[in-house]
Structures are given as C-alpha cells and as structure tokens.
C-alpha cells in the first residue's frame, strides 16, 4: 500500500493528538504536542514525499527531550480515536516497522516485526513480544492487498 497524504490527514492527526500547534513548512507538515502534567514534549515531522536513497517515499519523523526516530517509507497510518493516538506502519515482504504517537507526548517504535506475529494467539507470546503483536495488529487493515490475498489464499482470512 501506498499512501498520499494529505492535510485532511494532517487535520485528522492533529486532532487526536492534541497538537497544540500545526503547521506546514515547505515540503512537511509539523505537530507539535505537549503534555505539560507529565513534563513531556513532542515534535511530529511528516514528509509525505521525499528522496530516501535512490527512491521517494513518506517520512515520518519525531523528536522528543531523549529521542529521534526516524519511519522511512512509511505506507499507512491507522487512527485510534479511543486510545488518542496514530500508527504509522512500513510493510516490507514478510516484516513491518512501526512508530506510534500518542497523545500524551509520548511515542514507541516496533522495528523488523514478522507480519504472522500480528494475527497471533497473543497468550502464547512471551510478554515481551505480546507488547508488538498486539500494537502492530491495528494496522492490519492498513496493509496491501497482496499481504491480504496471501492470507485468503492460506485460508486465513
């Protein structure tokens, strides 16, 4: 899948984060979220197109007081109005990052996760991976249509 992000998408984001500023610098957009409570603060960058190597692709950028993560080749983002916050996700073959922004000015990232670990019996995961498993698999929708029909095709849908 591939994704053309818009400022409606912007709009949307900025909503369930709670961006207390928005704006769009020439070739990103930039979110800026404080939780003033928790002594937090975040920066969100979003390229939707941009060179990464030899290719273009969205990059999803953030910035906080002890961390810089980078999601190259980003391919979709799901929204969680319930739990306040966005994931976005890059499909590789058999893999998937992801980088989720919360709300609370907070973030996590999951690198190199195996796309079967999404639909597994999380109860027979060790807590550790259950922690990925479990917040990779809202992006289950998000993912191409290729990933879905090998899924039909193995009777798993």
Request: net charge negative; aromatic share 6%; with cysteine.
């Amino acid at each position: 899948m591939s994704i053309q992000f818009s400022k409606a998408d912007a709009d949307k984001i900025a909503a369930i984060i709670d961006a207390q500023q928005v704006s769009f610098e020439s070739d990103h957009y930039h979110f800026k979220v404080d939780n003033l409570e928790e002594h937090r603060v975040l920066s969100l960058e979003i390229y939707p197109e941009i060179t990464l190597g030899k290719k273009r692709g969205m990059l999803v950028v953030v910035y906080s007081g002890n961390a810089h993560l980078q999601l190259h080749n980003c391919t979709g983002y799901v929204v969680s109005e319930e739990l306040g916050e966005i994931t976005f996700v890059a499909e590789g073959k058999n893999q998937l990052s992801g980088l989720v922004v919360e709300r609370g000015a907070s973030c996590s990232q999951y690198a190199s996760i195996s796309k079967d670990l999404i639909s597994s019996d999380f109860t027979q995961l060790g807590v550790e991976v259950m922690l990925s498993g479990v917040a990779m698999s809202l992006v289950e929708d998000v993912l191409s249509q290729e990933s879905g029909r090998q899924k039909k095709d193995q009777g798993e849908e």
